[in-house]
């Protein structure tokens, strides 16, 4: 599988965890630099708190395009070391 923003590839790997109909790449396999630390931070009752990245591709930035959960509840934790992809970034094979 894939994450495609702005023409870019921003992870790529064959072991991807569906969740919610969310593919979760494993950390290693996520082009971190395009990632950006962002402050914000949600949560959800059974997985735990999620934290976010932006995603910055040359001029382009997509805030709080990609979220992973650091320490996920123990109902969610193969997601852990994981991230997932929204706001846009095309997902494919």
Same mark, same amino acid.
């Given at each position: 599988?894939?994450?495609? /923003? ?39 009752? /059974? ?19 990609? /979220? ?17 992809? /929204? ?7």
């Amino acid at each position: 599988m894939k994450a495609i /923003w702005n023409k870019r590839v921003i992870a790529e790997s064959d072991d991807t965890v569906i969740v919610e109909g969310n593919h979760y790449f494993p950390a290693d396999s996520v082009r971190h630099e395009f990632l950006k630390n962002s402050d914000t931070h949600t949560t959800c009752p /059974w997985k735990g708190r999620a934290s976010y990245y932006s995603l910055q591709v040359d001029d382009n930035k997509n805030e709080d395009a990609a /979220w992973y959960y650091p320490e996920p509840k123990e109902s969610a934790k193969e997601i852990k070391n994981r991230v997932a992809f /929204w706001k846009g970034v095309e997902i494919k094979k």
